[in-house]
């Protein structure tokens, strides 16, 4: 739709223009940083820093139903750099020109409701967004289209040029990556850091054919984000983890399209999302906040995290439930389907715990939550959802898993709504999907087949078949007619089809 066609009052606020005053703002010391040069860590204190806008307060002059028309309106405009995350511009990355924008398709996901026989087994309605829909098939790339963008920024206003883009990587933050800085081209190079054999081969695939340099790294995730912060401290590099705010900035776009999606009515609504480094819920609490405080949403969603029994350091942390005496233990990771998520000292610890105090106190009570689940539950979960239509990864299982315990837990009830994170595709992790199809999961997973989800494809090929076509050699006349003969009876008796 052309400009001139929209509402007059909605037509000035459509096309945004650069606002707001991003800084970094150190969670420790509470110092304050210009934008110009990359941070990632306070310079005096060490702190991780979240991007806040001093001018916020602007945003506040336009009424929530205003936004609301904005927001949805501007859906219906074609210009490429407002079809992703930056659709929510004034909220996203205010400062960035349009013309800087980097967009790839990543964002606005499908909102998927799930059936009645899975909604029964939840025990209340959900949904699944999946965010496995995204271009490299996770939900990284909402905080990769804004991380990258940003770069492209600097490199126009001659602030940085010859760019390393780096990152440590549970997979998929890699596959993000890559993708995003190859968009780029000449200026920015990548480099991505992955634990040895604790990446799915597609997750290795995808940064090797977006043309990154990859380096596989003894250990698990923790060690090779030790690795890239030396580099990031003694070499001239740009850290692409979610340490880097610009990340939590852009996946904050996933609270905003839920938003959205429910007509910005998030009364009983609750939102489950995976923890592995913590970005994620980090950026989903932030940004619901942001909808709160500019009343473009009136009631903030509950939010409940989930972790693995095998990488559970935030869940562990929230079992205290005195704030006063909880003590942060990074734990030592044991094998997870939940691969993606299997963090022991989440880089993003401290946002979540400066967030989660704020939003439980905005919303006036508790609405945060940090849930564990088994591996069996999670495996057993993924694979009933894929059953049911859905093309959930180890993730989104996890997060069916997290809201049925949720449920008998007391800590959801039955008029709510729940809206699960599939982070990923199911694709990405089909080797977990083969492990439990073939019984063959190593015993550290802790993973034991239901036999009733085991599927395994059945070769037809008759004994008594003398002749068979391949590549190259077709069968042609009587060979070809008892070849379909041979095999379809063969399919019948075992699919026990009657004849007509
Ligand atoms: C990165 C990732 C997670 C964990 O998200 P965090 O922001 O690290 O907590 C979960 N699922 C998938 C598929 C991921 O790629
Ligand atoms: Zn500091």
């Not at 492209?152 to 440590?168: F, W």
């Not at 004994?463 to 063969?490: C, M, Q, T, Y």
Request: hydrophobic share 40%; net charge negative.
């Amino acid at each position: 739709m052309k400009i001139q066609d929209f509402p007059k009052h909605i037509q000035s606020h459509l096309i945004p223009e650069p606002s707001g005053e991003l800084i970094y703002r150190c969670l420790g010391c509470k110092e304050e940083y210009g934008i110009a040069k990359l941070l990632y860590t306070c310079p005096k204190c060490g702190q991780v820093l979240l991007l806040h806008d001093s001018a916020f307060d602007r945003l506040k002059q336009i009424d929530g139903k205003t936004w609301r028309q904005i927001f949805d309106y501007r859906k219906m405009l074609n210009i490429p750099a407002l079809k992703g995350i930056y659709l929510f511009h004034e909220f996203i990355g205010p400062v960035m020109p349009l013309e800087s924008v980097i967009y790839l398709g990543e964002g606005h996901t499908p909102v998927v409701e799930s059936n009645t026989r899975l909604q029964a087994l939840a025990g209340c309605k959900f949904y699944f967004k999946n965010d496995g829909q995204n271009p490299s098939a996770s939900f990284k790339d909402r905080g990769m289209a804004s991380a990258l963008s940003y770069i492209q920024y600097l490199i126009q206003q001659g602030h940085v040029s010859d760019i390393l883009a780096i990152c440590a990587s549970t997979g998929d933050t890699s596959a993000a990556a890559a993708l995003y800085a190859s968009y780029l081209g000449e200026n920015v190079k990548s480099a991505v850091l992955l634990p040895h054999k604790k990446v799915t081969p597609q997750q290795l695939a995808q940064p090797l054919g977006s043309g990154a340099a990859v380096f596989e790294v003894p250990g698990v995730f923790d060690d090779c984000m030790k690795i890239v912060e030396a580099l990031s401290e003694n070499y001239n590099v740009a850290l692409l983890n979610s340490k880097n705010a610009w990340r939590i900035l852009g996946q904050e776009s996933y609270s905003y399209e839920i938003a959205q999606a429910f007509e910005y009515d998030m009364k009983d609504k609750v939102v489950v999302v995976p923890i592995g480094n913590a970005g994620n819920i980090t950026a989903v609490i932030s940004g619901f906040l942001k909808f709160y405080e500019t009343g473009i949403i009136s009631a903030l969603p509950k939010i409940i995290g989930v972790q693995s029994e095998h990488a559970n350091p935030v869940y562990k942390y929230y079992l205290e439930p005195d704030a006063e005496k909880r003590h942060f233990e990074p734990v030592a990771v044991r094998p997870s389907v939940a691969q993606a998520a299997m963090i022991g000292n989440p880089v993003s610890m401290p946002r979540v715990i400066h967030l989660v105090e704020e939003y439980n106190k905005k919303a006036g009570s508790q609405h945060v939550f940090v849930t564990e689940v088994t591996e069996q539950e999670i495996m057993d979960c993924q694979l009933t959802a894929n059953r049911n239509g859905h093309v959930a990864c180890t993730h989104g299982g996890e997060c069916f898993a997290g809201l049925i315990g949720a449920r008998k837990k007391g800590l959801v009830s039955s008029h709510e709504t729940a809206v699960l994170d599939s982070t990923a595709h199911a694709l990405k992790f089909s080797g977990f999907q083969d492990m439990y199809f073939e019984n063959n999961f190593p015993e550290s997973y802790e993973v034991t087949p239901d036999p009733a989800l085991i599927n395994t494809p059945a070769l037809v090929s008759p004994a008594d078949l003398k002749n068979v076509p391949e590549p190259g050699k077709p069968l042609h006349g009587e060979s070809l007619s008892h070849f379909v003969h041979r095999i379809s009876e063969e399919i019948a008796k075992l699919l026990d089809l009657q004849k007509v």
